[in-house]
């Protein structure tokens, strides 16, 4: 194979976990806007559980994880995974119920950046913790005439920052021995706490008919594709990159917010999201690659 060949493998190589990655997060994020429309029908808890239930169906129909079950070693990182994962989802979707999405996911976008940065040893890395707080700042209600923001809505996204590195750190863990069954299993363990706890919220009303349809659009666009996706890329691509990537996660919650929901930020708020992405993806593309 020529030197040219060769680099046009690699490169097309390098190419699809980036593909993955972006597919993913407008995936996650169109699905997320639809979902907040769903709220009033069975809450942010129900919807969560219809994603999370009917994502761990597909997923399972489809990679039948069954036929390579997890040993016992492998069960404690499994189950972390999807712990994280469920928590995730159900924190971020009540922080959706309270704060536009694209502040939710502005503050969600925090814990990959603190996996970027517990990875690095340069100490200009914080001269973008300091972007990011900067940002922050422009996007809570912490400066004078600020609109305000519902606390419970803030605290929710700050939990899902945290179980989104918890999602990064145990995924690739997880990834390493069960490979693409690793999405389908983490689903399934999420499910056994979520959906109980969507169901007592929600009730009957979560096996209506237009409840399951919708569900099963959510769980699609959000969960057994963009996972499944993520997957891939983490794989292939070291925490650092994904953490670049994932850096522009609350411009494309943003836009989906405002596209599908009216959801408006004002142009502090935007520079504020600019920052965020700003500090994620220059920190991450400083850090060491490990």
Not at 147 to 166: K, Q
């Amino acid at each position: 194979m020529t030197a040219r060949a060769e680099a046009q493998v690699q490169g097309g190589s390098a190419a699809l976990p980036v593909l993955a990655i972006a597919g993913a997060m407008v995936s996650t994020y169109a699905g997320a806007a639809f979902a907040k429309q769903l709220f009033p029908v069975v809450g942010a808890e129900g919807v969560v559980a219809l994603r999370v239930g009917l994502s761990a169906l597909l997923l399972a129909a489809f990679t039948r994880p069954w036929r390579a079950p997890p040993s016992r070693a492998e069960l404690p990182s499994l189950l972390l995974y999807g712990l994280a994962l469920g928590c995730m989802n159900l924190l971020i979707y009540r922080a959706f119920a309270r704060i536009p999405i694209g502040i939710a996911v502005s503050i969600e976008v925090m814990g990959p950046l603190a996996v970027v940065l517990l990875s690095s040893r340069r100490a200009r890395d914080f001269v973008w913790v300091a972007a990011a707080s900067c940002g922050l700042w422009l996007l809570l209600p912490l400066r004078a005439g600020a609109a305000g923001l519902d606390p419970l809505g803030i605290a929710c996204a700050a939990g899902a920052a945290v179980c989104w590195a918890l999602y990064i750190v145990f995924g690739k863990r997880a990834s390493q021995s069960k490979g693409a069954g690793t999405v389908a299993w983490g689903m399934l363990a999420a499910s056994v706490f979520i959906v109980p706890i969507g169901a007592s919220y929600a009730g009957a009303a979560l096996l209506s008919p237009f409840a399951l349809a919708a569900g099963l659009a959510v769980a699609v666009l959000s969960s057994a594709a963009p996972y499944t996706l993520e997957m891939i890329a983490l794989r292939k691509l070291p925490r650092r990159v994904f953490g670049i990537l994932v850096s522009s996660s609350p411009a494309v919650a943003a836009l989906a917010g405002f596209l599908v929901l009216g959801e408006r930020l004002s142009s502090l708020q935007w520079l504020g999201i600019g920052l965020v992405i700003l500090a994620c993806g220059a920190t991450a593309a400083s850090a060491e690659q490990k």
